[in-house]
C-alpha cells in the first residue's frame, strides 16, 4: 500500500530555516515526480514545490521562489522541502503528494501524506 | 486571485446535482489536464477526478469532470450529505511551470 509520511514540523521563528521530509513505502519511489502542497489555517490548498522522479527537475510557486528547496533522495525513499527566511504567511500545514508523471508536470495527485504544520511565529 | 477560478460556494438538497466550475486560460486548463480534489472537513485531499473526467477506483460514478476549451466543471449527482467539504480543480500552468489551484468550492448539503 502506498504511503507517504511527513516528519519535521514544529514552531519557528520568523526568519529562520526548517527541514521537512517525506518517508515514502509502497510504491517505486524513482519513477514518479513528488511535490509539497501546503494549506494555511482556514485557507485553500497552495502548491509550493514539486520534482521530477530522478530530481532534474525542480519547480517552485512565485511565492516561495529562492527561499524554499525541494530534493530527493531516491536510495532513501525520501523528498525534502529545505525552507529558509520563514515568515508567518508560511504557516501552514504542509503536504507530500506524488505525481503519477515522472516528470512532475501533471498535478495528478493520487496519494498524500497526512501533513505536518509548520508555524511561523515570534 | 487564484490563476483558476471558482466560486466560493455551492448548495444543495439531498438527491440534487450540482455543479461547480473552474475558469482557467489556455496556458493551464486549455493546454493540460484538469484535476479535482474533495477535501473533507480535516482530512488530507482526495483525487476526485484525472485527466479532465476520469473517476479513480472507489470514487461512485456520481462524480462526473467535462472540460470545454480553459474551463472545466465538476458535476455531482445524487447529492447526499457526506459529499459536504471543499472541492478544488487543479491543472499544471506552462507559464507559470507550476501547478495551480483553484481557490476551492465549499459544498453545502442542506
Known amino acids: 500500500q502506498e504511503q507517504l509520511v511527513e516528519s519535521g514540523g514544529g514552531v519557528v521563528q520568523p526568519g529562520r530555516s526548517v527541514s521537512l521530509s517525506c518517508a515514502a513505502s509502497?510504491?517505486?519511489?524513482?519513477?514518479?515526480?513528488l511535490h509539497w502542497v501546503r494549506q494555511a489555517p482556514g485557507k485553500g490548498l497552495e502548491w509550493v514545490a514539486g520534482?521530477?522522479?530522478?530530481?532534474?527537475?525542480?519547480y517552485y510557486a512565485d511565492s516561495v521562489k529562492g527561499r524554499f528547496t525541494i530534493s530527493r533522495d531516491n536510495s532513501r525513499n525520501t523528498v525534502f522541502l529545505q525552507m529558509d527566511s520563514l515568515r508567518p504567511e508560511d504557516t501552514a500545514i504542509y503536504y507530500c503528494?506524488?505525481?503519477?508523471?515522472?516528470?512532475?508536470?501533471?498535478?495528478?495527485?493520487?496519494?498524500w501524506g497526512l501533513g505536518t504544520l509548520v508555524a511561523v511565529s515570534s | 486571485q487564484s490563476v483558476l477560478t471558482q466560486s466560493p460556494s455551492a448548495s444543495g438538497t439531498p438527491g440534487q446535482r450540482v455543479s461547480i466550475s473552474c475558469s482557467g486560460s489556455?496556458?493551464?486548463?486549455?493546454?493540460?489536464?484538469v484535476y479535482w480534489y474533495q477535501q473533507l472537513p480535516g482530512t488530507a485531499p482526495k483525487l476526485l477526478i484525472y485527466?479532465?473526467?476520469q473517476r479513480p477506483s472507489g470514487v461512485p460514478d456520481r462524480f462526473s469532470g467535462s472540460k470545454s476549451g480553459a474551463s472545466a466543471s465538476l458535476a455531482i449527482s445524487g447529492l447526499r450529505s457526506e459529499d459536504e467539504g471543499d472541492y478544488f480543480c487543479a491543472a499544471w500552468d506552462d507559464r507559470l511551470s507550476g501547478v495551480k489551484f483553484g481557490g476551492g468550492t465549499k459544498l453545502t448539503v442542506l
Open positions: 485527466r479532465d473526467n
Open positions: 520534482i521530477s522522479y530522478d530530481g532534474h527537475d525542480q
Open positions: 509502497g510504491f517505486t519511489f524513482s519513477a514518479y515526480g
Open positions: 489556455d496556458s493551464n486548463i486549455g493546454n493540460n489536464y
Open positions: 503528494t506524488r505525481d503519477q508523471a515522472a516528470a512532475g508536470t501533471w498535478g495528478e495527485f493520487e496519494h
